[in-house]
Each structure stands twice: as C-alpha cells, then as structure tokens.
C-alpha cells in the first residue's frame, strides 16, 4: 500500500523566539535608556530568560545592539535599493522614495538607530558596524551616481565617491538630529524635501523634475 507523507512548514524554533525576545527587549529598552545604562540582567528578564541563558545566544549587550542594528539596516538598504531604481526615468522622484525609506526606518526604530551611532564611540564593535552599513550606502549610490553621469543627466566635477560620502553623512546627521530632538534641527516633515532638494542640485545642478535622457 503506498503511503502519503504531509509537509509542513516548520515555525521558528524555540531558540530562534527566544533570540527574538531579546532583540525586541533591546529596541524597548534602548528607547528609554542610553546603552550603557542597559544591563544584560534586564534584557534577560524581558526575554523571560535567565542570565546564562542569554549568553547562548549573545555574547554580550553590543552584540545584541549590533545584531539589531544590521537586521534594520538591510531591511533599510533593501528599500533604498528598490526605490532607486527608477532614477533614470525621474531623478528627483526616485531620490525622493529613497529618502522616505530612510525616514520610514527612522520612525520604526529611531530609538535603536540612534543607540547605534551613539554608541559607535566607546563601543568599536558597534562603531564597525555602523561604518559598515554607512559604506555600504556609499558604494551602492557611487555606483548609480556614475551611471548618470555616463549617461549624460548628472553634472560632472568634484569627484564621484567624495561627493556621495559627503552627502551620505550629511543624511545620517540630519535624520539623527531631527529624532534626537537636537536645537537646531530639522523638522521630520522637513527632513525629505529639504535632503531631496541637496541632493538634485548637488548631483543635477537644477530642481531635475524634467531630466529624463
């Protein structure tokens, strides 16, 4: 007699739950206390953990923050990915899309993304993390950059990588200042338009609406 077998689907593990619990018991706790004020008893406790069993899975708080931070980061890089590829059709809508998935992210997990670059300074695990994601995003848009200037939309000049990493920095301090609450600052519904309009008439020299070569 032949014999069915039914697959099904495997659900997350009870490790790979309880790895998650202490992630989100990070992001909370961050939003409410710098880092270093953050203990690995508390994130254990919110995971319903013990304290050795936290160290199964982390071996310590950075790398909890850092584990979080790269989950968020190619969740971000993903979106920006996606949004830039229409920049040869419409320059200034694409750039735009792109930086509202940055805001997106900033509004979900300001309070993680902001531990993370507070944090870069004291704690070098957490300052390579975030030296990596912020590469990452100078390599992917030097690349696109160059394309439009070999196509002929984007201005020629200063050299191509300085320029994005300028601009790239430039993003990140506003989004951090602007969530940080910082005096002076920008606005959050100030914060698309205004890096949207830098970054066409760095790259394009004008507004752009109507560069479609």
């Keep these: 007699m032949a014999t069915s077998t039914r697959s099904r689907r495997a659900g997350p593990s009870k490790g790979d739950l309880k790895q998650q619990a202490i992630l989100e018991t990070a992001e909370r706790l961050f939003a ?10 508390e994130l254990a406790q919110g995971a319903g953990i013990s304290r050795s069993a936290f160290y199964f899975y982390f071996g310590s708080k950075e790398d909890v923050l850092i584990t979080v931070t790269e989950r968020v980061s190619r969740e971000l890089e993903e979106e920006v990915t996606l949004r830039l590829e229409g920049v040869a059709d419409n320059p200034r809508k694409a750039i735009s899309a792109a930086i509202e998935a940055v805001a997106e992210q900033w509004r979900k997990h300001g309070p993680l993304m ?14 390579e993390a975030w030296e990596g994601v912020m590469a990452r995003f100078v390599d992917g848009s030097t690349a696109r950059v160059e394309a439009e200037r070999k196509r002929g939309a984007a201005t020629s000049g200063v050299d191509t990588r300085p320029l994005v990493t300028a601009l790239t920095w430039m993003n990140e301090r506003c989004f951090y200042t602007s969530f940080a609450g910082i ?20 790259l394009y020299g004008r507004g752009g609406d109507d560069l479609r070569l």
């Excluded at 409410?32 to 008893?41: A, H, K, Q």
């Excluded at 902001?114 to 300052?127: H, T």
């Design 183 to 202: 005096d002076p600052s920008l606005a959050e519904g100030e914060l698309v338009p205004t890096l949207t309009e830098v970054w066409m008439r760095t």
């Design 32 to 41: 409410e206390r710098p880092v270093g004020e953050i203990s690995v008893d």
């Design 114 to 127: 902001r531990a993370a670059i507070e944090a870069w300074g004291s704690v070098p695990p957490v300052r």
